[in-house]
């Protein structure tokens, strides 16, 4: 598995938290590839707004973003491309964003990080919460990982 982390904005704030190996669970246990490969990216408010604006056509920063490569449902990864990497996608996420919300929701930097990073990622592995039933399982599944992950510790 290949995580490539971009700390291009405020790299004190993630540099000592445990972002790949993070990722790398998340990954295992969502049953993806050992050849997969996934990037994570740092951005200030200015770059997750002209991304959110740009793809989603929505004003304003937002906390993180995911951009798919590989399709979700070709066997891909399992058949004839095991040779190839595996293209999961990227993760964007607005540093300072993510500092606000821990005043917001009453968590520390390193658990709002690893939630963004997680849902992040199930949105790669194909999860989604635009309907009510979809948001219940995507949620039940970060609580799952979230508490997986933190009982490792």
């Not at 998340?26 to 740009?54: C, H, W, Y």
């Amino acid at each position: 598995m290949e995580i490539t982390v971009n700390r291009t904005w405020r790299p004190e704030m993630t540099e000592d938290l445990p972002v790949e190996e993070l990722a790398q669970f998340v990954i295992s246990q969502e049953g993806k590839p050992a050849n997969t490969e996934v990037s994570i990216s740092f951005v200030d408010d200015d770059e997750m707004t002209r991304l959110n604006e740009g793809y989603r056509h929505r004003q304003g920063p937002t906390d993180v973003l995911s951009f798919e490569c590989d399709n979700l449902d070709d066997d891909f990864a399992a058949d004839e491309g095991a040779d190839q990497p595996y293209e999961l996608g990227d993760i964007v996420i607005a540093v300072d964003v993510c500092e606000r919300q821990t005043a917001l929701y009453g968590t520390t930097f390193a658990e709002e990080l690893e939630l963004l990073i997680t849902h992040g990622l199930l949105h790669l592995c194909g999860y989604d919460h635009i309907e009510d039933d979809e948001a219940a399982i995507m949620e039940s599944r970060e609580d799952e990982l979230l508490k997986a992950w933190r009982s490792r510790k």
